[in-house]
């Protein structure tokens, strides 16, 4: 079973405005909600791939409903912590230019905590893991660490598209995956990151480090998928983007999904690239469908 760990999920609240005026009344021309945090984006894409998941994490009140039943009408496994206050609400303010007003998220207890470390007692080494997202100012810092502890005693991959400090601690870990864009790589090495081939260059240190597998994204220049044994450069399908949010979750979906269903290395990279393209091409999570029609337009070489 592939798990995927969303500390803090969220109501996303998108809202479209034709132009928004500080201090005046604004209507909307259009809203939608759905389930937000970027394991969960995971999950999702991975459910349209015909691939299933189990979603993990903490949810309260009447946001963590619509989240937990909003899961469960799109046949998405969960096994979420229940907690006193509400789940957040993050709205996407779509107008001239994005804005983003992200929430809080509840208080969690340490036996709710103590609850939350209890399912990695019951996964085996057939599982994997997926860590997305940053960790709330209510949990310990530490606790991807700790996930990431209990996970190699146990032998289960660990998948992690995280960033900052958290990234750094998963990285010490010698995880199966990360998945960092350019900014992030470059962060690790206190450079900035411009071009394909320095890309390349900070991602094989990783790999002698002991990080299993690596995929940089690089905006309109592309992708890199980087191992021990290969290093692959991919481009990015032409297309009008609409959407800024779950490209990158859309692209671990897409990666893992292809692995799951035993695709090779080469052929699972260029279905992730496709993934993260059709999201960010169309104002909801990619379609089974869109990846399809993407997917002849995603070409690979050896980097």
């Known amino acids: 079973m592939i798990y995927t760990v969303t500390l803090n999920p969220s109501v996303d609240y998108i809202v479209e405005v034709d132009q928004f005026e500080i201090g005046s009344l604004n209507r909307t021309v259009a809203d939608t909600k759905f389930p937000g945090g ?22 309260g009140g009447f946001t ?5 039943d909003f899961l469960r009408a799109e046949n998405i496994q969960t096994n979420f912590v229940k907690v006193s206050g509400d789940s957040r609400i993050n709205i996407k303010l779509k107008t001239e230019v994005e804005t983003e007003i992200n929430g809080l998220g509840p208080s969690i207890t340490d036996e709710q905590l103590a609850e939350f470390f209890a399912v990695f007692e019951k996964m085996t080494e057939e599982d994997t893991v997926v860590l997305a997202g940053s960790i709330p100012g209510t949990l310990p810092a530490s ?17 992690a598209d995280v960033s900052g400090e958290a990234l750094k601690e998963v990285i010490s870990e010698n995880p199966y995956l990360i998945k960092p864009n350019h900014h992030e790589l470059g962060e690790l090495f206190q450079t900035d990151i411009q071009t394909v081939e320095e890309a390349l260059k900070y991602g094989k240190k990783l790999v002698e480090q002991g990080v299993k597998h690596i995929i940089v994204s690089l905006a309109e220049k592309g992708a890199l998928l980087i191992t021990e044994r290969t290093s692959l450069i991919a481009n990015v399908p032409k297309g009008k983007v609409l959407n800024s949010v779950g490209a990158g979750d859309s692209v671990v979906g897409g990666f893992l999904s292809a692995l799951q269903k035993n695709y090779s290395m080469e052929e699972a990279f260029k279905i992730g690239v496709a ?8 104002m909801e999570l990619c379609t089974k469908e869109k990846i399809e029609e993407l997917l002849p337009k995603v070409e690979v070489m050896k980097g």
């Open 143 to 159: 606790i991807y660490k700790e996930i990431i502890s209990l996970c190699k005693d146990k032998q289960i991959k660990v998948v």
């Open 64 to 68: 963590g409903k619509f989240v937990e």
């Open 275 to 282: 993934a993260g393209s059709a999201t960010a091409f169309s």
């Open 38 to 59: 970027k394991g969960i984006n995971v999950s999702r894409v991975m459910q349209r791939l015909g691939v299933e998941t189990e979603a993990l994490g903490f949810i």
